[in-house]
T-cell receptor, first 114, second 116 residues
Framework: QKEVEQNSGPLSVPEGAIASLNCTYS??????FFWYRQYSGKSPELIMS????GDKEDGRFTAQLNKASQYVSLLIRDSQPSDSATYLC??????????????FGKGTKLSVKP | EPEVTQTPSHQVTQMGQEVILRCVPI?????FYWYRQILGQKVEFLVS????????KSEIFDDQFSVERPDGSNFTLKIRSTKLEDSAMYFC??????????????FGSGTQLSVL
């Protein structure tokens, strides 16, 4: 059973702080990793993708991937109250000739306090 | 910005009734998906679809479920005889290519299905 694990939180940080969100996955062959943001009652919104070991930065967001440890993280710098949402880690666990699909973690709820 | 469109946003039905959830994927995308999310739980994969065929389906996607691309723009999910446990938010998604080719998956706004 392919699994993606996240701490459900809630993770509470003050406005302006760095929020650190973590994710582990079970399938060592996974190749593509994604972070989605989901506001309550809304659909997942893609915020970052990462495919290679190391860091990838996009604005206030940095995704980090360590395939040897099967670990993905998301850092949000200068956190804003509008960042308050559930952050979903998703892993593409199909490879080879198939279309692929994403396996999601349950998400970490982030609360940014003004 | 192109987006995946889903209708209706809410659907209420009686147990045992058939429902059809509709989706218009992003226009130049060729790979389509249905996911669902029961309240408070994970987003779960149901089915993927390409070139008018199912590519992969999960254990959830049993004989009560079917998908169809009836024309060049729509992609539908049919549940033949709904059960109480089918109550969930159903998300359609599309991508421009195979996900292992570093393509990205974009979600529609969802259809909240309530089975009474």
């Amino acid at each position: 059973q392919k699994e993606v694990e996240q701490n459900s939180g809630p993770l509470s940080v003050p406005e302006g702080a760095i929020a650190s969100l973590n994710c582990t996955y079970s399938d060592r062959g996974s190749q593509s990793f994604f972070w989605y943001r989901q506001y309550s009652g809304k659909s997942p919104e893609l915020i970052m993708s990462i495919y290679s070991n190391g860091d990838k930065e996009d604005g206030r967001f940095t995704a980090q991937l360590n395939k040897a440890s099967q670990y993905v993280s998301l850092l949000i710098r200068d956190s804003q109250p509008s960042d308050s949402a559930t952050y979903l880690c998703a892993v593409n666990t199909d490879y080879g000739g198939s279309q692929g699909n994403l396996i999601f973690g349950k998400g970490t709820k982030l609360s940014v306090k003004p | 910005e192109p987006e995946v469109t889903q209708t209706p946003s809410h659907q209420v039905t009686q147990m045992g009734q058939e429902v059809i959830l509709r989706c218009v994927p992003i226009s130049n995308h060729l790979y389509f998906y249905w996911y669902r999310q029961i309240l408070g739980q994970k987003v779960e994969f149901l089915v993927s679809f390409y070139n008018n065929e199912i590519s992969e389906k999960s254990e959830i996607f049993d004989d009560q479920f079917s998908v169809e691309r009836p024309d060049g723009s729509n992609f539908t999910l049919k549940i033949r005889s709904t059960k109480l446990e089918d109550s969930a938010m159903y998300f359609c998604a599309s991508s421009g290519g195979r996900l292992q080719s570093n393509e990205k998956l974009f979600f529609g706004s969802g259809t909240q299905l309530s089975v009474l």
